[in-house]
């Protein structure tokens, strides 16, 4: 997924063709702060929305504590690396962050080092902790003791922390289910964040109320297959149902295709205030590939959930993850992912190359695909992805549309925004961020629309 918002440079690795996320609006809106102690601290995400709204979390926290944020290291007593560990790369990039902090740290103008996320459950922390001498690690399922750290009195968390982290934004993401249950064989999650845990509903609803309550607008429903999550008979659509009931506008990621039922893309079509945009990864279109990853579905029940979508949610943008390279990966392998795309008409994707990881299935494997093959495949997906998203976004041409404002105008006087389609839309206007404008798209390219002719 999928998807970055403080983290959002594209690298070698990856291609952001639309984002899914940004970045929520700073913290600024917090009310009520314990007086200030001098102390700066400096959090920095990387990877999904699971990982910003961890980070959320932990920005209450040291904010709880009387620390100020600050955006530099430079500046801060305290920097807090939040990471992801979906790719090599993603590891890559941090242990040149810990070289960086440990050079302030010599020199004292860092402090102390906090290393948490999904490299912080991963059995190399150990080795990342001895080599840059990090002060604190933490794993996913206990960035509570980020507290103690800070000077908070500890705190008791189960799995749907308590912490809401977001109250008084425009936007929020509220966690419905933690882990996964799936064991794709490329994939770090299912070691990391452990097995499936769903949030018992009312739970859920009770968070969700209080941050409407509070102003927030736009609800995002998060976990690694949110579509899996069930309670007592209950079922995904079901929650999504009651959630529709009690905020202003909705939406959820990420999906897994098996647990995608019908009745919830009828439901995506029915309900005005659910965002009709579905990111459904498939990560091949080649049925012997997805054997392989132990995906649990065929291409051909991927395309029928497509086409149920496509008939119920007539305007709606579906969006997907794929990754090419995965060890074994035939040219016709990748001539049937081609295949898919065009089938499909995906309105975005992200395309991953394979990348191996340790404690995986994947990185045994034989038949590892040679690099400039998998740079080759890399580019052909891409450019199918881009044409197919241009040639979708130029029939929006025209169209007025009802903008939901995420980011204010910039110098320019534009805003970023998005449609209940799904779309990004650049957009001149002066509101802020919550609200709603109307305007009609001028023009399009493969990521985005604009609507720069509008007041
Ligand atoms: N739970 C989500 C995905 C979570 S990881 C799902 O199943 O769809 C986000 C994306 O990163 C995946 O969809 C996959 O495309 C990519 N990814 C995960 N592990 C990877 C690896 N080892 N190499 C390359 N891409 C990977
Ligand atoms: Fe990883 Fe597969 Fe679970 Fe997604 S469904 S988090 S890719 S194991």
New binding site residues.
Partial sequence: ??SCASDTQASP??SQIVPLSRKPASSEAFVSRPENTGKTACIRTFG?QMNVHDSDRMRRMILDAGYSEVQTYEEADLVILNTCY???NAVNRIKGHLGELGRLKREGRVKKVALTGCIGASEESRELERQYAIDLVLGTHNTYELAEFVGLPTMQETHTPELPGTIGEHSAFVTIMTG?N?Q?S????PSVRGRMICRPLENIVEEIERLVEGGTSYITLLG??VDAWREKGKRFCDLLERVSEVAPRVWFT???PSNMEDRTLRLIGERENIVKRLH??V?SGSDRMLKIMH?GYKSDRYRRKVEVFRKEVPDGTLST???VG?PQETEEDHRETLRLIEDCGFDSA?V??????RG?E?IKMEGAVPEDVVQKRFMEVLRSIERNAFERNQKKIGSEEEIYIRHPRNDEGVAIGETWSGHAVHVNTNASPGDYVRARIDSAGPHVLYARNSA
């Fill in positions: 997924m999928t690795e990856t999904c979906v790719r090599e996964c799936y794709c490329y994939c770090v999650v690694q297959t990420t999906s897994h459904l990864p990560q995906r993850d794929i990754i995965h992200y991953f190359k394979f990348s191996p990881r995986t994947a």
